[in-house]
Nanobody, 115 residues
């Protein structure tokens, strides 16, 4: 069964921090590069960070130095530690493989930054 469950979003003040979690089914997670994506209303979904099965990471320029992606292979879970949050970090965050292998997406987790 293909399943992605994101959590950890919420309301935080600008400059604050949040930690997002994504529990994935083994068929998605095992051996695949995982990514965190975000989508603001009316905009395309964008990749913000990715991590290989071996722990290699990449970040979008907009979040580099502020976000940290990590994974726990034993728990099939990928995390996104977000610090120094800005109002533009606001949208819904999703996880999935990178590149996308399965068309299914989770419900996402909403991050709202108050200025």
């Amino acid at each position: 069964q293909v399943q992605l469950v994101e959590s950890g979003g919420g309301l935080v003040q600008a400059g604050g921090s949040l930690r997002l979690s994504c529990q994935a089914s083994r068929s998605i997670f095992s051996g695949n590069t995982m990514g965190w994506y975000r989508q603001a209303p009316g905009k395309q979904r964008e990749l913000v960070a990715s991590i290989t099965s071996g722990g290699g990471t990449n970040y979008a320029n907009s979040v580099k130095g502020r976000f940290t992606i990590s994974r726990d292979n034993a728990r099939n879970t990928v995390y996104l530690q977000m610090t120094s949050l800005k109002p533009e970090d606001t949208p819904v965050y999703y996880c999935n493989t990178f590149p996308i292998i399965f068309s299914s997406w989770g419900q996402g987790t909403q991050v709202t930054i108050s200025s």
